[in-house]
């Protein structure tokens, strides 16, 4: 098969993992080192669906040994297959870089013959990057569940990020729709990653020398949809995730129906990119608001309102904690207010040391006034004299509401971005 041809394949297989983001690492140049990685991130192109298309990012085989019921490269599935050996993906990344069409490598897989097999060849993609091709950019790396401790720790020294796909969020659900996969290969790499990176920071602050372990931290996904769990449920898992393992993030995937007519698969889910959004805003509310999953759900209200974000949900639950006073509110309550984000709250602490805050300055501070009119008043002054009453409320917050999400189009393709560039990767023709 042809490069283009495999390549084509594996990226388009690679799609529908989410969890590639690539901020949270810093290491500039180095001598005779090729390459930088940036803390602010790298991901500078990003495709209409969000998702970012600045890393090479692809699988070493969709060829794989399980049949999960979700996946579009499942054993039992009609697709095309390809297979890229470590050294065709080290040469891949090489070339790729030095011509500028890519600044790091987000490296996944199926499990071709078995975990161990699988991570033993990533690794050697990895390694053979760090020490033969002095490649000092990024590289994000999927941990395959049920590898050897070993490579886990291996792969940890070369690569920035790694993450593992706990897929589906209950042990029911996994046995589910993918019974041969075991809920406990999952999260003992998990915690060995996160022990690890905990030992490293420790080791590094008390000698200046000592080697890094996955320097950006790790991440985890799961698909949202294919079986009946609750938002509650999720953001609850998604809490506790953070709380065991430190995870830097919780990816959400809309699950996208990929098999028709499957008897444990549902065949059609209602608004799954605007639910994954909502899922998303709330993730976003537990990592930089303060709030707890507790807070945002609970079994009386086991769903996010698909017409109005989780924050402003909040806020018309609990009239009791409104209106804030802006002039004397901390910085936890200034966060519980909708249109007041960590940013414009932080500015305002600071500005009120001068002088009194009045309406007309928030908006100079970046406050949202559509949706933070509602909810505060300046020196005892409220600045909407509307009662407080969700029947009153809630339309006009659904009527500011910013984003209308449309079902996304697939990933663009590297080739799409680069038309007529291609280049055979052979080491004969790598530019040095």
């Known amino acids: 098969m042809e490069w283009q041809?495999?390549?084509?394949?594996?990226?388009?297989s690679a799609k529908y993992d989410v969890s590639c983001s690539s901020s949270g690492t810093s290491r500039g140049k180095s001598q005779g080192m090729l390459g930088t990685a940036a803390a602010a991130g790298i991901c500078h192109s990003w495709s209409d669906d969000g998702r970012c298309i600045s890393l090479l990012k692809i699988l070493m085989t969709n060829v794989c040994?399980?049949?999960?019921?979700?996946?579009?490269?499942?054993?039992?599935?009609?697709?095309?297959?390809?297979?890229?050996?470590?050294?065709?993906?080290?040469?891949?990344?090489?070339?790729?870089?030095?011509?500028?069409?890519?600044?790091?490598?987000?490296l996944s897989s199926a499990v071709l013959v078995s975990p161990d097999h699988t991570m033993e060849r990533?690794?050697?993609?990895?390694?053979?990057?760090?020490?033969?091709?002095?490649?000092?950019?990024?590289?994000?790396?999927?941990?395959?569940?049920?590898?050897?401790?070993?490579?886990?720790a291996e792969a940890g020294r070369y690569a920035d990020r790694m993450s593992l796909n706990i897929e589906l969020p209950t042990k029911r659900s996994l046995k589910l729709l993918a019974p041969e996969k075991n809920p406990e290969t999952i999260t003992a790499p998990m915690a060995q990653i996160r022990n690890t990176i905990l030992e490293t920071r420790s080791d590094q602050n008390k000698f200046k020398k000592a080697p890094s372990f996955v320097p950006a931290g790790q991440t985890t996904q799961m698909i949202v949809g294919a079986t009946g769990e609750t938002d509650h449920l999720l953001l609850n898992l998604t809490e506790k995730l953070y709380q065991r393992y430190a995870l830097k993030r919780v990816y959400f995937s809309a699950y996208v129906p990929v098999v028709q007519n499957h008897p444990v698969l549902p065949g059609q889910v209602e608004h799954p990119?605007?639910?994954?959004?909502?899922?998303?805003?709330?993730?976003?509310?537990?990592?930089?608001?303060?709030y707890t999953a507790g807070e945002l759900l609970d079994e009386l209200n086991p769903q996010l309102d698909l017409e109005l974000d989780p924050k402003c949900q909040w806020a018309l639950r609990h009239p009791e904690q409104f209106p804030v006073e802006i002039n004397k509110a901390d910085l936890m309550t200034l966060l519980r207010v909708p249109g007041i984000g960590p940013v414009s709250a932080r500015r305002i602490l600071k500005s009120r040391r001068f002088s009194a805050l009045r309406p007309e300055d928030l908006k100079g501070l970046g406050v949202v006034m559509k949706r933070a009119k509602y909810f505060i008043q300046c020196s005892g002054k409220k600045i909407e004299t509307l009662n407080f009453e969700t029947r009153i409320l809630r339309p006009l917050l659904v009527s500011e509401e910013p984003l209308k999400l449309q079902v996304p189009s697939s990933q663009l393709s590297f080739f799409d971005l680069n038309p007529g560039l291609w280049i055979p990767p052979s080491k004969e023709l790598m530019l040095r």
């Not at 297979?83 to 090489?94: A, G, W």
């Not at 990119?273 to 303060?290: C, I, K, V």
């Open 5 to 12: 041809k495999k390549l084509e394949i594996l990226a388009d």
């Open 122 to 152: 990533m690794v050697e993609v990895v390694k053979r990057l760090r020490t033969e091709g002095k490649f000092n950019g990024y590289i994000h790396l999927k941990a395959i569940p049920g590898a050897d401790p070993r490579l886990i």
């Open 273 to 290: 990119m605007l639910r994954e959004h909502r899922l998303y805003q709330a993730d976003w509310l537990l990592r930089f608001y303060g």
């Open 65 to 106: 040994v399980y049949d999960c019921a979700y996946c579009v490269n499942r054993i039992s599935s009609d697709v095309p297959r390809a297979t890229l050996s470590p050294t065709e993906i080290v040469d891949l990344t090489l070339n790729f870089y030095r011509r500028n069409y890519i600044e790091g490598l987000f």
